[in-house]
């Protein structure tokens, strides 16, 4: 967990607020993720970049946005926070060389929407 | 669709006894299949992963795993149960996307707890 960070680990804001979650990797990977864990759902994924100039869209990408500022960075921001944005959101990264794009994760951002 | 079930939201089983987490999936293809493992207000660590060859995957803390492609499973497995492997446990695949890409895909998740 540690070549992976996020911050902040817990946030509680209200509807309406613009929200940013940072992400910062020391693995060089140039693949990041950003995922929602909500119980019983599992992880879905929200937003992925394969190198700083690429960015995509995962299966539940409304209402959020990303930015990648450099290899090592991949924020995901709330523009305007509703409550059924309250999850766990982690971040993760891949190597491009590893076929499998084995997936390694920060310790994740508690996010509460009031 | 492509999916992957974990049919079982909790699994106990006695400290020393072996145990097994079950994976099932759909997807086109040849998947490469993973296990990971969370633990309390930490992010998921990978356990093991299936690419191709040997049937049988061996992973972290004396985990392993068996392919099953007949039946589609990836059931996750462990000879001698811990108090400490009590944690939630993912199943995932990566599988071919309609971009012509690949994307991930998490099961549900299954509770471990073992029994001391």
């Known amino acids: 967990d540690a070549d992976v960070t996020q911050t902040p680990r817990n946030r509680i804001t209200k509807t309406g607020k613009r929200i940013m979650l940072e992400c910062s990797q020391t693995k060089g990977h140039d693949r990041m993720y950003w995922y929602r864990q909500d119980p019983g759902l599992g992880l879905r994924l929200i937003y992925y970049?394969?190198?700083?100039?690429?960015?995509n869209k995962g299966e539940i990408s409304d209402g959020y946005s990303v930015s990648r500022q450099a290899q090592a960075k991949f924020s995901l921001s709330l523009e305007s926070a509703i409550p059924n944005q309250t999850a766990l959101y982690f971040c993760?990264?891949?190597?491009?060389?590893?076929?499998?794009?084995?997936?390694?994760f920060g310790p994740g951002t508690r996010l509460t929407v009031l | 669709a492509q999916s992957v079930a974990q049919p079982e939201d909790q699994v106990n089983v006695a400290e020393g006894n072996p145990l097994t987490v079950k994976c099932t999936y759909s997807v086109s293809g040849n998947p490469y299949l993973f296990w990971y493992v969370q633990y309390p207000n930490r992010g998921l660590q990978f356990l093991l992963k299936y690419i191709t060859g040997d049937n049988l995957v061996k992973g972290s803390y004396g985990f392993e795993a068996e392919f099953n492609k007949s039946q589609t499973s990836f059931h996750l497995k462990k000879p001698s149960a811990l108090v400490s492997d009590s944690a939630l446990y993912f199943c995932a695949v990566r599988a071919p996307d309609t971009s012509g890409t690949y994307k991930y895909i998490f099961g549900t998740g299954t509770r471990l707890k073992v029994l001391a």
């Open positions: 993760a990264t891949s190597d491009l060389d590893d076929r499998a794009d084995t997936q390694y």
């Open positions: 970049s394969f190198d700083v100039k690429d960015i």
